[in-house]
């Protein structure tokens, strides 16, 4: 018990077992949640993130997603790769870089799809027999409102991490998987199903708000709630792969699966079998596999899984695999023992030649790992990796880890030595530092105004507050990548990229007047909102609810713009009539950004002239 309900749209959902065996949930920043562990209380207010408990121990740990407010999305590839993606925005990204150790301050992160559609409920990689050839391995998650429907990506390694490119079909139009006109079809959590095909809910609903409607709005749909299965129109459905009665070889050759779900299920059954049973069964049938088999390091991969998740993991046969040749391979080794490091001795030297590793997803990986030590051995491998190429994942992870560390740097080797030794590994200390400063200045007045109950603030406190952040300075480069990570799903600069559902910031500055107005903005978005941004919503006499933009008006009818379409009504069918004042942009979307990067996105508004 402790979950938060503070509000129900923002509470812990979207369960995902990883590879090795801990549930994975997400949960929004607008809770606060106490849970009761054997291991003592474990307290989150107003940050959210995703929780990963261990079954067998009952450990709770937490990482947050900076730029994510709504946390809706989680799947995984098949070397255990994470992408977790938010509700609130059309945002998605890999979770490794951001589930190191913890530390205030933390940069949001890139994401990676493009040209997305919001909000997003549910993701799932298409591999699956019973589905077109085209879209296998494709990426795909569930809109709920800018497209009520799916869309699908094309994944590709980008240096350590990954990025998708979004279908198009030949007219140059989005390929989605589905799109529907009904705008009450509301697609949730994708999943292909034993029999191949991806099942999908549709939870059919015209109220979907959690603020602007009471929870007993008679326009609440409680029946029309329905189950889709999608497959290929020239497939069949393939014959269930089932764990129930087989032994654990059995179960064990089910990871030659096709379907990464048959898999999925594969390792859920092993770790849910008591441990003599499965680790003997294991040991054996990892021994027998033949080095000749394509699928022979991954397939080890899949012993080690199963081995985590009873905490029982062979080390001998860890090193095998951080020996191959298969890159991901060794990358998935180099996460499971940073997982499995209470239970194993030797880990950090395992580490430090993972640092060295010639591909960056190994050595990101790495740098995950020797975060979570503290020592100045780790930080000092830390900072090694620095010296060999660093694509943007690498040097986001590697500039986490030190920063989270920064009470283990070895003397003043890190602000002197350094630039003569490790030139570029001094250039992300400098950064960590001048972030530090700057966000040190803004901390303490962010958090008075991003406090869980502003009611119990004087208003000249909370005045006083955003003069202070108003009088400081931030990089305006940097408040330009921010705008382009965590705002261009509703706004635009110009003609520039980015969506409409909010005013178009260009020259906002001179509209504002004040830097205290764009701080304002930021902090409350519902403090003042043009009237054309304020959502009109109506209920006509047959019980049916629309709200979205006014349009247009005459006496005979009304157009409202409901996020995608133009709708028509007439004035002779409206039982009532509201102006919702409430602004489309979330509150507590401040609190998703470090402090430095809210300095620095004020900056950047602030040249907008």
Known sequence: DGWATDDTHHTCGAWEWSHGGRLHMLEGIATSTTLETPWG????????????????????????????????????????NGIVGDGTTANQTWDVPLSGKQFNGRKGINFILPNGERPNLGNEYLVSRALPDDVQKHFTYACVINLNGLTHYKMRDDGAGFMGERIKAKDGKWDDLVRSPDKHFRP?????????????????????????????????????????????????????????????????????????????????????????????????????????????????????WVQQGHHAVDLKLADAVLASKTFNARAAVVHILADEREYLPGVVARFKTAATDEHPRVRTQAARALSFFGTGEAVAAVAEIAKLPLDYWTKYT???????????????????????????????????????????????????????????????????????????????????????????????????????????LDKVAERSKTRYKLVESVIDPNAEVEAKYLSTRIDDLNGKTTVGLL???????????????KVTIKVADIDKRTVLKQSSMPDGQAGTMSPAEFLDLIEYLSNLK
């Open 551 to 565: 349009v247009s008006e005459t006496k005979d009818e009304i157009v409202l713009f409901d996020g995608k379409d």
């Open 188 to 304: 949730a959590d994708p999943q292909i199903g034993p029999d191949g095909p991806l099942y999908f809910g549709d939870w059919a609903n015209p109220l979907i708000g959690h603020m602007q409607y009471s929870q007993r709005d008679p326009n609440r749909d409680h029946v029309h709630g329905r189950v889709y299965r999608l497959m290929g129109a020239d497939k069949k459905t393939i014959k269930p792969v089932t764990q129930h009665g087989k032994t654990v070889a059995e179960i064990c050759e089910q990871f030659r699966a096709y379907e990464w779900r048959a898999r999925y299920r594969a390792r859920r059954a092993l770790h849910n079998r008591p441990s003599a049973e499965v680790l003997p069964a294991v040991a054996q049938w990892v021994a027998e596999l033949k080095p000749t088999d394509p699928d022979f390091d991954r397939l080890r991969c899949e012993a080690l």
């Open 398 to 504: 590697v500039e986490a880890a030190l920063a989270a560390n920064e009470a283990a740097w070895p003397g003043d080797f890190f602000t002197t030595k350094l630039a003569t030794t490790n030139p570029d590994a001094a250039k992300l200390v400098a950064d960590i530092q001048k972030n530090k400063k700057i966000g040190g200045a803004a901390a303490p007045w962010l958090k008075i105004l991003l406090s869980q109950e502003p009611q119990d603030q004087a208003k000249e406190v909370r005045n006083k507050a955003m003069r202070a952040l108003a009088d400081l300075k931030g990089d305006p480069s940097n408040g330009r990548a921010v705008f382009q990570r965590m705002c261009v799903a509703c706004h635009k600069v110009g003609a520039g990229e980015g969506q409409e559902y909010g005013p178009n």
């Open 41 to 80: 209380p474990h307290r989150s207010a107003g940050s959210g993130g995703c929780y990963v408990l261990d079954p067998r121990s009952l450990k709770i740990d937490q990482f947050k997603l900076p730029g994510m407010a709504n946390m809706w999305c989680y799947t995984f590839d098949e070397w255990g």
